[in-house]
């Protein structure tokens, strides 16, 4: 009966082949539309512009400079803090070192006086 598997009459194919004609020439149309809104949009963007009816791209270096700067400066903060907090720690260390060396001469250097002073009163 034709090519359509729903037709039952020769008119309803003739309906059925029309529509998908108009379907095709429909969907072609939006395609070309498509392609010429791609094609064509750089360029009116442009004119859009010059004339003033369209603001100009805002440029975008200027934020990733921000962001790189921020960063720099929180990575720098952030060194700055490790350093003192680790000198901090090594010079209470070596502090703490100092008084336990220093506290030691003084006990040898007592030790070493009270046993010569008894030396001298026993003599």
């Known amino acids: 009966m034709g090519f359509s598997r729903h037709a039952t009459t020769p008119t309803k194919e003739a309906v059925d082949h029309f529509t998908q004609g108009v379907t095709s020439f429909k ?16 360029r009116v963007n442009v004119v859009l512009t010059k004339v003033g ?5 805002a440029p975008k ?16 903060v952030a060194a700055y803090v490790w350093y003192r907090q680790r000198t901090e720690s090594i ?23 009270t046993e010569e002073l008894v030396d001298s009163v026993t003599r």
């Open 91 to 113: 010079g209470e260390a070596l502090l703490a070192d100092e008084l336990l060396d220093d506290s030691e001469l003084d006990n040898n250097r007592n030790r070493a006086l």
């Open 53 to 57: 009816l369209r603001k100009p791209p």
């Open 27 to 42: 969907n072609a149309g939006f395609a070309a539309a498509r392609g010429t809104k791609e094609a064509a949009a750089p």
């Open 61 to 76: 270096w200027p934020w990733v400079l921000g962001a790189i700067g921020a960063g720099l400066a929180l990575g720098g």
